[in-house]
């Protein structure tokens, strides 16, 4: 990414705004068995902290967590804004909030199937949204992977009416959720309401993360954060956190020097 990371530095040391979208789980911190003890990587909190101080920085988490769950997360001095939920959620940075309902059919189906899973034993695995169904694996060995995925597409499968739900893969698991909204339709919804020569970039890992990637587009920059790459719509790939860590201060510093040029031209 040398090339284009000077050319993006260039833009966020003339750009008077800036908009910094990341993925939480995978990207910000490390996946964890238990999702309540998923920490960001060490350092990455500071620099959130820097950034949402940025008054030319608008920094936003897009998570599959509710919003609620990834506020509480954080740092409380962490003031970035969250699409939660795939995008059905957004928690403002002043606490205000907009859910992006279900309908009575889709809430219907969620409980089914959570039902389900719950009489079978499997209610550990649950994670309920406001607007979705997790259910996650991670901790459970390959043979009892599958059996917790042939369970949930069998109880998928009863449900004669999904109200437009579908079941999707993620990293350790599988989700009942709806695909009217995703990270994607979040990301669009956030640029529209941007001028188009805003520099832009999403971070994800994740599947998930792809319709983001797609909605960011070739004049922002969709990075995939993975250890190890993978076939992707994302344009570059970062390792964290080193690299990680590298990007979000460069993102700060030439945000800073963005700043400090905005004030002289307003004390002029």
Known sequence: MSTEAAALQLRLRAAPRSVLMLDYDGTLAPFHVDRFAATPYPGV?????ILSTIPQVRLVLVSGRSAGELHDLLRPDIRAEIWGSHGRERLRSDGTYELFALSPVQRAAL??????MSALGFSETLEVKPTSLAVHWRSFEPAMQERIRSLVQSAFARIGQPGGLHLLPFDGGLELRSTDRTKGTAVAEILSQELDDVPVAYLGDDLTDEDAFVAVGNTGYSILV?????????RYWLRP??????????????SQSASTTVAARIAR
């Open 241 to 254: 956190p080193e690299e990680l860590l590298e990007f979000l201060d460069g993102w700060i510093a030439n």
């Open 45 to 49: 909190e500071e620099r959130l902290v």
């Open 226 to 234: 993975r250890s190890e790459v993978r076939a992707s719509f994302a």
């Open 111 to 116: 409980e089914q199937v959570g039902l389900e």
